[in-house]
């Protein structure tokens, strides 16, 4: 399989025009993650040409909704979705923060090897995480429930500030379990190109 035409056939879906030097750096870190991958298991998805839809677009699938100019991935494990969000957005600052030490040992390589100056890696808990700024966007894809991730992440958020909650079906049971302070903004279908399933973005925001 062309992964480079499965990309560009689905970022054009998408209606992302990103220019070819990002597009092959999302291809060298769909290598790299792959070949760390068969030693380190960081995600359980295998095979690149699967890696296209299931974690570059799905990822990249929320880039309308990120606000500049500093951003924060929860729980980024392999670096999803803050690798290749900040691949498209040179301009925004990004900090990809997990617990796992395997994992920021990666994210921290592929950051190197693609020349991303823009993102920083830290090992930490959200719950023990104490950034000297908050954020204007904090991002999570499949990390925790709404309220375990607002309420650990909430010091965090710049008062105007926006969470981003990736979600696979729409998670009506965790809506009204939001902690004071917080609204549900909007809950947006996201249409990823190549991948049969159910996707959603949560907008909360401080009130």
Avoid at 44 to 49: K, L
Avoid at 146 to 160: F, I, N, T
Wanted: glycine share 6%.
């Amino acid at each position: 399989m062309d992964l480079g035409r499965s990309l560009d056939e689905g970022l054009a879906a998408l209606g992302l025009d990103l220019p070819v030097p990002v597009r092959e750096r999302l291809l060298d870190y769909v290598a790299l993650l792959a070949k760390w991958n068969r030693v380190y298991n960081l995600t359980a998805v295998r095979r690149p040409e699967q890696m296209i839809a299931r974690h570059l677009l799905d990822s990249l699938a929320v880039l309308p909704y990120l606000r500049p100019t500093r951003i924060l991935d929860v729980g980024s494990g392999a670096g999803l979705p803050g690798i290749p969000l900040a691949l498209a957005r040179e301009d925004c600052s990004f900090v990809l923060l997990d617990s796992n030490r395997k994992k920021t040992r990666f994210m921290t390589q592929a950051a190197a090897e693609l020349g991303l100056e823009n993102v920083e890696v830290v090992t930490a808990r959200i719950a023990d995480y104490r950034p000297a700024t908050p954020f204007d966007t904090i991002v999570s894809r499949a990390y925790a429930s709404l309220d375990e991730l607002v309420s650990a992440a909430c010091g965090a958020c710049a008062p105007d500030g926006v969470f981003l909650i990736m979600k696979g079906v729409y998670p009506l049971a965790e809506l009204d379990a939001l902690p004071a302070g917080f609204a549900v903004e909007g809950v947006h279908r996201l249409h990823v190109p190549g991948l049969d399933a159910e996707r959603h973005v949560v907008v909360v925001r401080p009130t």
